[in-house]
Every structure is written in structure tokens, then in C-alpha cells.
């Protein structure tokens, strides 16, 4: 199982990171605008938090550090991601959205595996 599932946290992490996240690095007056006109209050807080869950988040559970709580705070802003800025969308169009967020309940699940950063310092 861990042969299969320390491949697709890297991948996830990473292509949340690089794909998503630094797209939105620093949240642009388009990304802060969308988020207030969800009602949102604090639109550039709500804005950053998104950037950082997928940045930092992304990070963390591709080296498997904080995997959990990195996992809960993608799986929010997925989870937010389909609800409210995808909500009119084909499947489609919320399909990635879907995707990083159920593997981010997987991982919110299982933790990081026994080749992550989380075993490696719960081993000492």
C-alpha cells in the first residue's frame, strides 16, 4: 500500500504547489474580489488562506510533514472550491477541485505513510 499511495501524496502536493498555488501567488485583485462577492468576510484573509493551503499545504503533504493538517486545509479549500466557485459548473469543471480534495480526505485519513517526514520524527 505504501508503495502506492507515497507516489500519489508527491505528485498531489506538488502539482497542487506548482500547478495551482503559485498561480495565485500573490493573491491578484480578480482572485480577492471573487472571494468577497462568496460573502466572505475578509476577502484578501480568505484569499491568502487559499494561496497558503495549496502553497504550504501542497508542500507539506508532498514531503509528508504535518500531513494531516495539511490534508484538512486543502481538503477546506477544495471543499469551497466546488461550493462556491465551481457551483454552476459542469463535473468538469469542479473535477480537479474534486480531486485534490478527496485525496486530501484520503491523507486526512491515513496520515502520511511510512515513508514520510511525519514517520521519519515519530520513529525518534
Avoid: Y
Avoid at 9 to 30: D, I, N, Q, V
Avoid at 104 to 113: D, E, I, K, M, T
Amino acid at each position: 500500500m505504501e508503495l502506492g499511495l507515497t507516489p500519489l501524496r508527491m505528485f498531489a502536493g506538488l502539482a497542487l504547489c506548482l500547478g495551482h498555488g503559485l498561480a495565485k501567488f500573490p493573491p491578484s485583485p480578480g482572485f480577492v474580489s471573487r472571494v468577497e462577492a462568496f460573502g466572505f468576510p475578509m476577502p484578501a484573509v480568505f484569499a491568502w488562506a487559499a494561496t497558503g493551503a495549496e502553497i504550504v499545504g501542497g508542500v507539506l503533504l508532498a514531503i509528508g510533514l504535518l500531513t494531516r493538517p495539511a490534508a484538512f486545509f486543502i481538503l477546506c479549500t477544495m471543499t469551497t472550491a466546488v461550493v462556491f466557485q465551481h457551483a454552476n459548473d459542469p463535473f468538469s469543471g469542479k473535477e480537479k477541485a474534486l480531486l485534490f480534495g478527496f485525496i486530501a480526505l484520503a491523507f486526512l485519513c491515513v496520515g502520511g505513510g511510512r515513508w514520510s517526514l511525519d514517520a521519519k520524527f515519530a520513529r525518534r
